[in-house]
């Protein structure tokens, strides 16, 4: 799967960005649970917003926790954070080179990617 990034607060180089994320196959792999999440919410294609303008957090966390709430115990256990964490996390596990690593979840320094990495 590929996902364009055109801007963020957090590009050094201020180019853009293609993110590459592979199938793993485990229960874990996030292409799979992309899919999952697209079917679960009804979208009847890839496109999620019509409105050519950012969506704000707060609306992408609603839809999140509307998605997700009939499908989990406890919705609260989840969000942004958590699956960016878990996602540095199992990149780290799986030996993705430091530079990648940090090109590809824009992180600004060393120490801020570090942050996101939970010892396995």
Same mark, same amino acid.
């Given at each position: 799967?590929?996902?364009?990034?055109?801007?963020?607060?957090?590009?050094? *180089?201020?180019?853009? @960005?293609?993110?590459?994320? %592979?199938? $793993? /196959? $485990?229960?874990?792999?996030? #292409?799979?649970?992309?899919?999952? *999440?697209?079917? &679960?919410?009804? +979208?009847?294609? +890839?496109? =999620?917003?019509? #409105?050519?303008?950012?969506?704000?957090?707060?609306?992408?966390?609603?839809?999140?926790?509307? $998605?997700?709430?009939?499908? #989990?115990?406890? #919705?609260?256990? *989840?969000?942004?954070?958590?699956?960016?964490? /878990?996602? @540095?996390?199992? @990149? %780290?596990?799986?030996? =993705?080179?430091? !530079?990648?690593?940090? !090109?590809?979840?824009? &992180? %600004?320094?060393?120490?801020?990617?570090?942050? *996101? =990495?939970?010892?396995?």
């Amino acid at each position: 799967m590929e996902i364009f990034i055109k801007s963020s607060k957090t590009d050094q *180089y201020r180019d853009g @960005a293609w993110i590459v994320i %592979a199938r $793993t /196959g $485990t229960l874990l792999c996030p #292409v799979k649970n992309l899919e999952k *999440y697209i079917q &679960w919410a009804g +979208f009847s294609g +890839f496109k =999620v917003r019509s #409105v050519n303008k950012p969506m704000s957090y707060s609306t992408l966390r609603d839809l999140f926790i509307k $998605t997700f709430k009939p499908l #989990v115990t406890d #919705v609260r256990k *989840y969000g942004f954070h958590s699956l960016r964490s /878990g996602g @540095a996390t199992a @990149a %780290a596990n799986k030996g =993705v080179k430091d !530079r990648m690593f940090k !090109r590809h979840g824009r &992180w %600004a320094s060393e120490k801020a990617k570090d942050g *996101y =990495v939970k010892d396995s």
